[in-house]
């Protein structure tokens, strides 16, 4: 690891008297990026913050007096079942980092380490898990690994024994893991690309190899993305209510607080008492996370021909590759293949495979469903495209200027995975339903847009934490280099930086994306017309009833395709920016 | 040409004098907004219907579930966009109605009957009208029984049979209106303390309590769990679609109608008025009977046509014992929520492990009676019943209050918390549970 210095910024610094002097100077040295970040801030107050605070501050009240008080908060540590259930989480969520860590690693490594026919492809089905449309991936999962799933019959049926893959704590572990490693995939394999080569060259000379070389200098190396991958899967499953509710384990805090905020007319409490409790604890397991990359860097010179040297596999080593990730593949994706049958098939219970074979959930799909799916194309890739804007310029506010507070920006943004759907939609309708657009004539909460900021506010963690580590791994002083040829701080950003980042950036959009499109809890409350619906909307429509199991997995399947298709050709994006780097470097280096 | 509309046929026929301002009355605008629970299936069905009688006017059919629907209208309300509510639940309406959401209207359509077995079909109020009436019963996959070689349920009180033991499924009175109505019935049918009783016989039994109501049909349907507590026509149109599924009414149940109101201040009343009149109509009401649909019309002339496949309602071809108490089920709505999630939503692993040891005690006893050990079984069983609170406590208004929260008005005073309470019914519930357990082990281990 180079030492480069600078780019550090200072720690904790003299809050007080300093703070005004701070202020202005750092408005005189650097006025454009102080009004970016002022009016990121502002954004994230009137979308975030304030829409949040006018659903939970009823946490702080004494519902008998209606006075401030923290008796609610003493309740929630006094009763038991929250006790548990804030334990059950918690474990639950480290396991999953665990597991998803054992799932990813081999497919990042082996795809960015080797060259390997179909690598793009495989990082494209790697991210699919992370598309579990509402529902209908819950009962697919159900009738692959459920208790009486395809699985547990054959096993039944061959060797008079079932395992109880979708039981109590363990099940919402495996589930979640296969469900959400795809976080920490992306941003390792990103990091891994971004890796400077001349180290491992290094390392090869002074003679280090295999697992060594790996585990000294690689893995280290890759760190920022892993551990941003890792905090996502933490903070995801930490926050995730689909799963419990899917198992059925309510002793969880998000489902605590779900199934308190809302049943009919109740307004207990504790339902936010527990969203607060929850945005406090994913920022203070954030901080660890810094904690745990702060003090390093990550940044090294070279770009443009990065990432690990490929090198040809053996053909016995080429099969046991194959043999692993085709193995992983199968296991991962197995819910999606559960819904693809389901979308085929007619009826499905109590039985291996469904009892027969149809194309008429996609004739009755198809007539209805367009709409739908130019919708969800359209809010997803806006909410993922502005996430990326937000993200990149959070970043870079937060680890190339001195602005004072900037890390604000950074907590706040991060802290939107905490919030449960309901209670941001309920803020917004509770905040802009009264505030009618000039030029759109209705009010903002009945907008389409609305749901669009929804999505990027939901979703910007993710690509926060993408950009953030791409922007670690990028040495400051190749900025430098460019402003003292005389580039403009906006010239060195738009020319240096972000192409230096595209793989970050690229890993975030998809993340964002990916997720936005398959998103419901905020979506269903925001919708105010069936023409404004997107796919997830549907899906929840046809799963209201029995008739519509096939269709609303056929709507399930087409989300699936969307976003595969956008995933790859994000892909196939950032390895051609790479190959025409790589080509760019060699014509220089030959003097062309 | 809107003068053909049914609602001014009707209109014409009552007061024949002015059809000329009849049919200008008639006239309806050309949007109508309605927030809805119900499925694809019914209201597709009733949207088409509607916009070809009514070729000027386009429905937009809003799909959020009741708890959703409920929390839309009430954060919407200064700026209201919906015309209609249209859900199961009577208490989501109740909640409305209460919150001054509702507007009142005076029905049309004639031939409706003001009951529907014990159940007052319409608002006594008139803020919202009934119009298809749902019992509640049992629903079991039939692959699922034969493979288990399990016998079929019967009454409720089958299904807390050792036999039955993990093949349960259901949903939680704070989740779904209607399991609510489905547990509130038996409470009023069986008593308060006999009632939880059984509930919580049944709930040992659970596989699982599901987040939402349809979260049951689906997971019968799916094979996942065997049997399931239900509404009927979740049952019938399973049926119908053709899952290998069948669907029983126990003899302690409830009818109640499904509801549709005007929302107040609706920005289209006049088109919401003609909805309300078109589905209660003879001509809506046979749509009911689509096999998607399958619930029970509430005019009672169909029974003797095209509804003849149904059991008819109004001649009590559905043994609806319980004379449901409204006011009851509304004095303790939040608190029966709340009973049923702390004893067995959310301590459910706690109850099944006391539920199968007793089972499995009781099942040593009967083959080696034991006295003594008998003693200690019929312990563990009155443990697991009790019920932290009993009925004359769940109908004091100011401990129901500590569950209501929202204070009307500044000078409200309600002494207590809701997470206070649940904390001392948690320790309590499962004290006993824990405790019920290790009798019952040690019941069993006497009997060997």
């Given at each position: 690891?180079?030492?480069t ?12 008297g ?27 107050t ?8 006018q ?44 597991v ?58 061959y ?37 400077d ?50 198992l ?84 991962v ?69 001195r ?10 943004g ?32 009945t ?16 690509a ?28 060195t ?55 519509g ?44 | ?9 009707i ?39 509607f ?10 059919m ?37 919150d ?36 509640y ?31 349960v ?10 399991t ?13 303390e ?29 094979g ?24 029983r ?31 209660l ?32 309602p ?24 709340s ?27 009967a ?5 003594e ?76």
């Amino acid at each position: 690891m180079s030492a480069t210095g600078t780019s550090a910024p200072a720690g904790g610094r003299g809050v007080t008297g300093g703070l005004l002097r701070d202020v202005i100077a750092a408005w005189r040295q650097q006025k454009g990026a102080a009004l970016l970040a002022l009016a990121i801030f502002a954004f994230l107050t009137l979308f975030l913050i304030l829409p949040v605070a006018q659903v939970v501050y009823v946490a702080f009240l004494d519902a008998n007096t209606g006075a401030f008080t923290l008796v609610n908060f003493l309740d929630f540590f006094r009763t038991p079942l929250f006790r548990e259930s804030f334990y059950n989480s918690f474990y639950v969520s480290f396991m999953s980092v665990v597991v998803a860590t054992i799932i990813s690693l081999p497919l990042a490594y082996f795809t960015s380490r080797f060259n390997f026919a179909g690598a793009t492809l495989i990082q494209t089905l790697g991210v699919l898990p992370l598309i579990m449309p509402p529902f209908v991936g819950a009962v697919a999962m159900q009738m692959i690994f459920g208790a009486n799933g395809s699985i547990n019959l054959l096993l039944d049926e061959y060797f008079g024994f079932t395992i109880p893959f979708m039981e109590g704590l363990n099940g919402v572990i495996l589930v979640q893991s296969i469900h959400y490693f795809p976080f920490i995939l992306i941003n390792l394999s990103a990091s891994l690309n971004t890796i400077d080569r001349s180290l491992e060259e290094a390392a090869q000379n002074l003679g280090a190899h295999g697992m060594r070389l790996f585990r000294r200098i690689v893995f280290p190396l890759a760190m920022p993305g892993y551990v941003a991958g890792a905090a996502l899967v933490f903070l995801k499953v930490f926050d995730d209510l689909g799963t419990p509710l899917l198992l059925n384990v309510n002793t969880m805090l998000a489902p605590q607080a779900y199934l308190r905020i809302s049943s009919i007319g109740i307004s207990d409490p504790m339902g936010y008492v527990i969203s607060v409790m929850l945005v406090v604890f994913s920022l203070l397991s954030l901080w660890v996370a810094h904690l745990a990359t702060r003090g390093r860097d990550y940044a090294s010179v070279q770009k443009g021909g990065g990432g690990l040297l490929r090198r040809d596999l053996r053909p016995w080593e080429r099969a046991g590759a194959y043999g692993l990730i085709l193995l992983i593949l199968l296991v991962v994706l197995s819910p999606h293949i559960g819904l693809l049958l389901m979308s085929f098939g007619t009826i499905w219970s109590f039985s291996v495979l469904p009892d027969g074979f149809t194309l008429a959930h996609y004739k009755e799909v198809f007539t209805t469903a367009m709409p739908y799916i130019t919708n969800t194309l359209l809010y997803a890739g806006l909410a993922a495209l502005f996430d990326v804007m937000l993200a990149t310029a959070i970043a870079y506010i937060v680890q190339r200027t001195r602005l004072p507070g900037r890390h604000v920006l950074d907590y706040i943004g991060t802290a939107a995975v905490a919030v449960p759907g309901v209670v941001l939609a309920i803020g917004y309708l509770r905040t802009y339903h009264d505030f009618v657009l000039p030029g759109v004539d209705k009010p903002l909460a009945t907008w389409w847009v609305i749901i669009v900021v929804a999505l990027t506010i939901r979703r910007l963690p993710y690509a926060l934490r993408a950009c953030s580590a791409a922007l670690q791994q990028i040495s400051v002083t190749l900025e430098e280099a460019a402003q003292n040829l005389g580039a403009g701080r906006f010239e060195t950003v738009r020319r240096i930086v972000v192409p230096l980042m595209a793989g970050g950036i690229a890993a975030g959009f998809v993340t964002a994306f990916a997720t936005a499109a398959v998103e419901l809890s905020a979506t269903i409350m925001l919708v105010s017309s069936e023409a404004d619906a997107p796919l997830a909307y549907g899906i929840y429509v046809y799963m209201q009833t029995a008739a519509g199991r096939g269709p609303g997995a056929a709507l399930g399947v087409l989300a699936v395709i969307i976003v595969g298709v956008a995933t790859w050709l994000s892909h196939r994006f950032v390895e051609r920016q790479r190959t025409q780097a790589a080509l760019d470097e060699r014509m220089a280096a030959q003097g062309v | 040409m809107l003068a053909r509309t049914f609602m001014a046929a009707i209109m014409a026929s009552a007061v024949a004098l002015l059809p000329v301002s009849i049919a200008k009355a008639a006239e309806i605008e050309n949007k109508l907004v309605v927030v809805t629970s119900f499925p694809k299936d019914l209201t597709g069905v009733f949207k088409r219907a509607f916009e070809a009688k009514y070729p000027g006017t386009k429905v937009d059919m809003l799909k959020k579930k009741t708890t959703a629907g409920v929390k839309y209208i009430q954060e919407t309300a200064s700026n209201n966009t919906s015309d209609i509510f249209w859900a199961s639940a009577p208490d989501a309406f109740e909640v409305l109605k209460g919150d001054g959401l509702l507007a009142q209207y005076q029905v049309q359509a004639k031939g409706i009957p003001e009951k529907i077995g014990a159940f007052p079909l319409n608002d006594p109020d008139g803020y919202y009208k009934g119009f298809a009436a749902s019992g509640y019963g049992i629903m079991w996959n039939t692959r699922y029984l034969k493979a288990k070689k399990l016998p079929e349920p019967k009454e409720w009180e089958d299904l807390a049979k050792p036999v039955y033991f993990g093949h349960v499924g259901m949903s939680a009175p704070s989740r779904s209106g209607t399991t609510h109505l489905t547990v509130e019935t038996v409470l009023q049918g069986l008593g308060w303390e006999k009632g939880w009783a059984l509930w919580k016989a049944i709930g040992g039994n659970l596989k699982t309590v599901t987040e939402r109501s349809f979260g049951v049909p689906s997971g019968v349907n799916s094979g996942e769990f065997g049997i399931g507590i239900v509404i009927d026509f979740f049952g019938f149109s399973s049926k119908a679609t053709g899952y290998p599924v069948e669907f029983r009414y126990p003899s302690t149940t409830a009818l109640v109608p499904a509801n549709i109101a005007i929302v107040k201040n609706a920005p289209h009343p006049k088109a919401a008025a003609a909805f309300i009149e078109f589905v209660l109509s003879p001509e809506g009401q046979k749509l009911l009977l689509d096999p998607k649909i399958q619930r029970l019309p509430v005019r009672p002339e169909l029974y003797d046509g095209p509804a003849k496949h149904l059991p008819n309602p109004f001649k009590g071809e559905i043994a609806a014992s319980v004379a449901f108490d409204v006011k009851k089920s509304k004095a303790r709505y939040n608190l029966v929520n709340s009973l049923f999630d702390v004893m067995i939503t959310y301590r459910l692993d706690d109850l099944r492990a006391a539920t199968k040891a007793i089972h499995e005690a009781a099942a040593a006893l009967a083959s080696k009676p034991n006295a003594e050990a008998q003693k200690l079984l019929d312990e563990a069983r009155a443990l697991v019943a009790a019920v932290p609170i009993d009925e004359a406590k769940s109908l004091d208004p100011a401990f129901a209050s500590i569950f209501k929260k929202k204070r009307k008005k500044k000078t409200d005073k309600v002494t207590g918390r809701q997470a206070e309470v649940e904390q001392q019914w948690d320790a309590m519930v499962k004290a006993n549970y824990e405790k019920a357990r290790a009798l019952a082990e040690k019941a069993k281990a006497m009997a060997q």
